[in-house]
């Protein structure tokens, strides 16, 4: 692809349709923009392609002109636009043939372009599950055709952007409520919808474009023939849906269905010359016919209020959008544009699955230039919002790369273990100071003495003692317990919190004063950090009260007890005054446990964290989402002012 640079004089969109083909031109170093005729006085042509062949060489005829020379051309088609996975290798250099036709017949028409400097965009339709995929291989279908290609626009959101600047649009007034602009084309339907509380439209779209109306109206002609050639033309062609005379016919039951449902006709009716139709081939049919029947047979053969048939069919897609894409979201206006938009079902189905009236339902005055002037128009957008665009990522990115995630991370997770091990231990000793620390010990005399005189016994030989090796085994299991527990997962909301303020808050001020206020509807979320204690620095913790000399806080908070300390009687079954008098001492003197020297040095070495580097990734695509939802609100909040 190209890009556009400072020298780019202007931006010609196509629209390469399924039924017809439109160009536009955007001026960037001047206000100048208008539709581009391709072939001469015509800035609208039918999709169709020729090549033919003479004295060895090839040429490429397009629209009506290629509709001409069908009957001489080497190959012919129309309708042919498809996903490019989809395409055979003779479909795909249709495709580079017709493309290049078409910029060729605007430089001819323009020659002096062929001298400026400028770039071209191209639609697809607005599918994102099955064209977004296909973006890069369209994309090179276009180059490969010698177009200078930089980019491809979503069609209805095309066709919105340019409905909505059109000098009498309501559009903004009603886009506060929710506006669905319907693309009904002929390979595809698209929609795009947009409402003030939305950071950008919601895009989708069906296979179910308008082709498949006159290819119904033709498949119903060769089953029941008005002439006597039609059921030969039909044996011979029907199935033969690649060939020239096939193709013709097709055509020729396209542009009656664009003057039945243009001119509102009561009745569908064609002619046609079998003799043209065949004369490049073998055995040619001679004769005249023709095809008429009434509106009310129309509707029937398109399967009105038929669940299988092809209106009913549109109708579910509106209803399953509807449901499923919008939602809870108001549509208080359709906006009706692509050259099928003109057939008179379509807009009885918006206005009963949305329940409007036919003023809710404007159709486009001119629907087959509307995409090509809205890819031209939105792509002059993106121009002007890349700059903003790479001021914002370069903020974003400054923030993130100063940002010290390894050194703010680990200050946080160590401060939430250094309060859960504080917090773990007070446990402890609050449930010692209570008598709910204790193990059961057997009344056997010879082993424990005295200790027991007084006690009032339990059943089965076993006395429930409140001892300090109780108190000893519950500190060390408890801190055994620590080597298996994540802590990072208690403090992600306190990390996330100070990412936020940190980083992304640098990115939302400047928003801001790009005059755009980031939604709250989306938040960081930040998973996958790990962090938890060694097996040593438990070890290390349990010693630090289990310990048997000085300088131990067990041993220590016991001696207090006692004006001289010989040995710890880790049995003896503690009274409930003495228990209070260890866990006073606790309170008082070791309930910081480490010194705060010796606490950085145990959570420097004795912590593992992982998952910094996918934090910081993660962030990022939060900024980059920010980001993008900020783009695409001025591609479509641009030209308000």
């Not at 095309?158 to 390979?187: H, M, N």
Request: charged content about 30%; glycine content about 6%.
């Amino acid at each position: 692809m190209v890009t556009v640079t400072s020298d780019t004089e202007f931006i010609i969109g196509i629209d390469f349709g399924h039924g017809e083909t439109s160009a536009a031109f955007y001026g960037i170093t001047t206000p100048e923009k208008k539709d581009l005729d391709i072939l001469p006085g015509l800035n609208v042509i039918k999709s169709a392609v020729a090549i033919l062949e003479q004295e060895g060489r090839e040429s490429i005829c397009v629209g009506e002109s290629a509709i001409q020379n069908a009957p001489y051309a080497k190959d012919f088609q129309i309708a042919f636009k498809k996903r490019p996975s989809e395409m055979s290798e003779i479909e795909r250099n249709r495709m580079v043939a017709f493309m290049k036709g078409v910029y060729s017949g605007i430089l001819d028409r323009h020659p002096d372009y062929k001298s400026r400097k400028h770039v071209v965009y191209i639609a697809r339709p607005s599918q994102d599950e099955k064209w977004k995929s296909e973006e890069s291989a369209y994309i090179k279908i276009a180059e490969d055709a010698g177009l200078p290609v930089a980019g491809i626009q979503k069609e209805s959101r095309a066709a919105y952007f340019r409905a909505r600047t059109q000098p009498d649009s309501k559009i903004d007034s009603q886009v506060k409520e929710g506006v669905l602009i319907v693309d009904y084309g002929s390979s595809t339907i698209d929609f795009t919808y947009l409402n003030n509380k939305l950071q950008k439209p919601i895009d989708h779209g069906c296979d179910l474009g308008a082709s498949e109306v006159e290819r119904l109206l033709l498949d119903y002609a060769m089953e029941h023939p008005c002439d006597p050639y039609m059921h030969e033309f039909s044996k011979t062609y029907g199935k033969d849906k690649g060939s020239n005379p096939y193709n013709q016919m097709l055509y020729s039951f396209r542009k009656a269905k664009e003057s039945f449902y243009g001119n509102k006709l009561q009745k569908f009716s064609l002619q046609f010359d079998y003799n043209d139709l065949t004369s490049s081939e073998e055995s040619p049919i001679c004769g005249f016919g023709g095809f008429k029947i009434s509106k009310e047979d129309v509707n029937k053969i398109l399967g009105l209020n038929n669940s299988e048939g092809y209106i009913e069919k549109v109708r579910s897609e509106v209803v399953k959008f509807k449901e499923e894409k919008l939602k809870d979201n108001k549509v208080v206006c359709v906006y009706l544009t692509g050259g099928a938009s003109r057939m008179d079902f379509v807009r009885q189905i918006f206005m009963d699955v949305f329940n409007l009236n036919e003023n809710q339902c404007p159709a486009d005055d001119n629907p087959s230039v509307i995409v090509s002037q809205g890819v031209a128009h939105l792509s002059y957008a993106d121009y002007v919002t890349a700059k903003k665009e790479e001021e914002l990522r370069k903020i974003a990115q400054t923030a993130i790369s100063q940002y010290d995630w390894s050194g703010n991370i680990r200050e946080i997770v160590n401060k939430s273990i250094k309060a859960k091990i504080i917090d773990k231990a007070w446990d402890i000793m609050l449930a010692y100071e209570r008598g709910d620390v204790y193990e059961y010990l057997s009344l056997t005399k010879d082993k424990y003495g005295d200790h027991y005189i007084g006690m009032e016994y339990e059943e089965n030989g076993y006395q429930k003692v409140r001892n300090v090796r109780a108190l000893k085994s519950k500190f060390t299991s408890t801190f055994e317990y620590l080597v298996h527990y994540d802590f990072a997962a208690e403090c992600e909301k306190s990390i996330t919190s100070y990412i936020v303020d940190s980083v992304i808050k640098k990115l939302k001020s400047a928003l801001q004063a790009f005059e755009y206020n980031p939604s709250s509807s989306k938040s960081l979320k930040i998973t996958g950090l790990s962090a938890s204690i060694t097996k040593s620095g438990a070890e290390q913790l349990s010693t630090r009260f289990t310990g048997d000399g000085k300088g131990h806080i067990i041993r220590d908070a016991v001696a207090s007890c006692w004006m001289v300390m010989c040995d710890l009687d880790v049995y003896k079954d503690r009274w409930d005054s003495d228990r209070k008098q260890h866990y006073d001492y606790y309170r008082k003197y070791d309930s910081e446990i480490f010194s705060s020297y010796s606490w950085d040095v145990f959570l420097k070495n004795k912590i593992n964290i992982s998952g910094i580097d996918s934090a910081k990734q993660q962030t990022k695509s939060y900024v980059d989402l920010l980001i993008d939802d900020y783009v695409s609100y001025a591609k479509l909040a641009i030209f308000f002012k």
